[in-house]
């Protein structure tokens, strides 16, 4: 496959990056430096079905939260003033056990974030992270349940040095636009219209015991917050090891049971342990694909055929319909789009 030496970054829905910038208009400040210190084109904010690069992305939310003083973007009552991140972690990395990291740090958000409650429910066979809305928020509030469960999943999961597979999760605002991404982050089973948001998984990992420690710490805040928005490609390691085995068969349209055989394992256990993962063949199937559709169509001039073919798809049709599913547009029309990005289109 040409430029399969290439990298290809992942992508996230231009609706999180949306949401990060909602308190800086009602701050009254321009996020248009911003935005051009992290290279993303601001047009890219009208589209709802752009997608930027993830890099990019954490770029982004350190600048904000270093330019509003404030690592909860100006989207609260109170502001969470820069370094409340670094002292949670150092409030919860003292902790014997998840449980415990969990209750400590529900009680220090209680002091910085008087906005949303956090609480831990359980029974003997299920764990909930509940996350309340105790005042109305009044913008960005999809965004502000998005940001708070991912930053305390991802804290969360690495203190103990593992994944914690979130079984279901359930949101309390209606299916937004970019859902499909929640596969990814969260979990494939996530429903919507709830009374709060609740995150289930397995109760016995509130046993599991805290691993970090202060050198560990160090190395760990350096780009955080914002580099935790970059985990969910990085800490399932079933995920990346299928979507780097998919990207490396391409052209060929490698189905689960060739990455079975490609990794050593029977097609039952990959299907198992994508599962406890969270994710499923064909979701990160579609999420490689769509990822390197968008990079082909903005640095690049091949065809729509070609593209296709490197893609593994039968034919144009196939390749066209299912980038019509991903994005919302014909595959010639978010080229045309792509194109006008700073970076240019690249021969």
Request: glycine share 6%.
């Amino acid at each position: 496959m040409a430029g399969a030496t290439s990298p290809v970054r992942a992508t996230v829905a231009i609706a999180f990056v949306q949401g990060m910038l909602a308190g800086l208009g009602r701050a009254g400040r321009d996020s248009a430096p911003l935005l051009e210190r992290a290279h993303i084109a601001g047009r890219l904010l009208s589209d709802p079905q752009a997608r930027v690069p993830i890099d990019r992305y954490a770029e982004l939310y350190n600048l904000i939260n270093r330019e509003l003083d404030d690592e909860g973007f100006g989207l609260f009552s109170l502001p969470i003033r820069s370094g409340a991140f670094e002292f949670l972690c150092r409030s919860v990395i003292t902790a014997p056990t998840l449980a415990q990291a969990i209750e400590r740090s529900a009680r220090f958000l209680r002091l910085v974030l008087p906005d949303l409650a956090v609480r831990l429910d359980c029974n003997p066979e299920q764990a909930c992270l509940c996350i309340t809305e105790l005042r109305p928020l009044a913008i960005g509030r999809v965004f502000a349940f998005e940001w708070l469960l991912r930053l305390l999943h991802g804290l969360f999961s690495w203190l103990v040095g593992r994944s914690i597979v979130l079984d279901a999760v359930a949101f309390p605002y209606p299916r937004p636009e970019h859902a499909d991404d929640y596969v990814l982050i969260y979990t494939a089973q996530s429903t919507f219209d709830a009374r709060e948001l609740g995150a289930l998984f397995a109760a016995n990992l509130l046993e599991l015991p805290i691993r970090r420690d202060e050198a560990a710490l160090q190395a760990f805040l350096d780009g955080a917050p914002g580099k935790l928005t970059t985990l969910y490609r990085r800490d399932r390691e079933m995920v990346q090891r299928v979507r780097n085995a998919l990207r490396d068969s391409l052209p060929a349209a490698a189905s689960l049971a060739d990455i079975a055989r490609s990794l050593h394992l029977s097609p039952r256990t990959l299907h198992r342990r994508l599962e406890e993962e969270g994710s499923s063949f064909q979701a990160i199937k579609d999420a490689l694909r769509r990822d390197l559709a968008i990079n082909r169509l903005a640095k690049t001039r091949q065809g729509l055929a070609q593209i296709a073919a490197d893609l593994g798809f039968a034919d144009s049709a196939a390749f066209y319909r299912a980038f019509l599913r991903w994005t919302g547009m014909a595959p010639a029309h978010y080229r045309r789009r792509m194109q006008a990005t700073p970076e240019g289109v690249k021969p």
